[in-house]
Nanobody, 123 residues
């Protein structure tokens, strides 16, 4: 079982990035999926989540209206579209899977985690 996160990079403020989280060994359509991020010296924080059935999404306030989480069950992949990026979005981003879970959950409720992808936004 593996979650493979990708799509990070170095961008300028105002740019966009799309992160991907591909599942292998598990069917993501049965899982709520979350994106978390962690920057140096800070705790891992919830960024965005989508309920296992895809019918509900949730976002932390600081990314509401800029980030969009979506899933493509045919590709067994979840995406995080990040627009209007800000320097404070700089962090390592992790995807996580929670079997039949809600759109938002605490990090200890997730069953599987990806390895993280670095996003750096320069001012």
């Amino acid at each position: 079982v593996q979650l493979q996160a990708s799509g990070g990079g170095l961008v300028q403020a105002g740019d966009s990035l799309r992160l991907s989280c591909a599942g292998s060994g598990l069917t993501l359509s049965s899982y709520a999926m979350g994106w978390f991020r962690q920057s140096p010296g800070k705790e891992r924080e919830f960024v965005a989540g989508i309920r296992w059935d895809g019918h509900m999404t949730d976002y932390t306030d600081s990314v509401e209206g800029r980030f969009t989480i979506a899933r493509d069950n045919a590709k067994n992949t979840v995406y995080l579209q990040m627009n209007s990026l800000k320097p404070e979005d700089t962090a390592v981003y992790y995807c996580a899977a929670n079997l039949y879970g809600r759109a938002r959950a605490s990090h200890d409720e997730y069953d599987y985690w990806g390895q993280g992808t670095q996003v750096t936004v320069s001012s």
